[in-house]
């Protein structure tokens, strides 16, 4: 079996990553997890976060990047970093953020997720100006360890919106 490459994403990855990003979305967070996100605020929140568009729109986006893991050209998970926007006192935009860390349901168990996260770290660091940040739902437990391991402390909370539903956050600080 071929081993998976982790390279960075180009545009005409877009709407792999949208439909990877989407899927990994509902196994997680509505699947493993079973947040009862009403379909009037979780549909309007899938288009808007995973459309080909919406992602293609995201690879644009200045001081931002994004690396994707794949195998035989099957996108197998992604990461994103960029200007922070998380809400904290002391963040600031020259701050960089890990936005996603996303590994598909086919390819959770093979460290994927370690290797994208160990790149957006590297890269991150030569990017920025202050501290790291990381937004984490506050009950992805395995989430918070992994990025625990890697330094980052709880610095605060804030209400991530999907529509009007609104999921409760950690915010995290390398730093």
Same mark, same amino acid.
């Given at each position: 079996?071929?081993?998976?490459?982790?390279?960075?994403?180009?545009?005409?990855?877009?709407?792999?990553?949208? $439909?990877?990003?989407?899927?990994?979305?509902?196994?997680?967070?509505?699947?493993?997890?079973?947040?009862? !996100?009403?379909?009037? +605020?979780? @549909?309007?929140?899938?288009? @808007?976060?995973?459309?080909?568009?919406?992602?293609?729109?995201?690879?644009?986006?200045?001081?931002? @990047?994004?690396?994707?893991?794949?195998?035989?050209?099957? =996108?197998?998970?992604?990461?994103?970093?960029?200007?922070?926007?998380?809400?904290?006192?002391? $963040?600031? =935009?020259?701050?960089?953020?890990?936005?996603?860390? !996303?590994?598909?349901?086919?390819?959770?168990?093979?460290?994927?997720?370690?290797?994208?996260?160990?790149?957006?770290? %590297?890269?991150?660091?030569?990017?920025?100006?202050?501290?790291?940040?990381?937004?984490?739902?506050?009950?992805?437990?395995?989430?918070?360890?992994? !990025?625990? $391991?890697?330094?980052?402390?709880? @610095?605060?909370? !804030?209400?991530?919106?999907?529509?009007?539903?609104? %999921? +409760?956050?950690?915010?995290?600080?390398?730093?």
């Amino acid at each position: 079996m071929t081993e998976p490459l982790i390279r960075p994403v180009c545009p005409e990855d877009a709407a792999a990553l949208g $439909a990877l990003g989407r899927q990994t979305f509902l196994d997680t967070f509505v699947g493993d997890f079973g947040i009862p !996100y009403p379909e009037a +605020d979780l @549909a309007p929140f899938l288009a @808007a976060s995973f459309s080909p568009g919406a992602i293609a729109a995201k690879l644009e986006e200045p001081r931002a @990047a994004w690396w994707v893991a794949e195998r035989n050209g099957d =996108p197998l998970a992604f990461a994103n970093a960029g200007p922070n926007t998380l809400p904290h006192p002391e $963040a600031r =935009p020259e701050h960089m953020e890990l936005r996603r860390l !996303y590994v598909g349901k086919a390819a959770q168990g093979l460290g994927l997720g370690t290797q994208l996260l160990a790149v957006a770290l %590297d890269w991150m660091e030569v990017h920025t100006a202050g501290p790291l940040w990381i937004g984490v739902w506050s009950g992805n437990l395995k989430a918070q360890k992994l !990025y625990a $391991a890697h330094g980052f402390e709880k @610095a605060g909370e !804030y209400q991530y919106p999907v529509g009007s539903w609104r %999921d +409760d956050e950690f915010i995290l600080r390398r730093g």
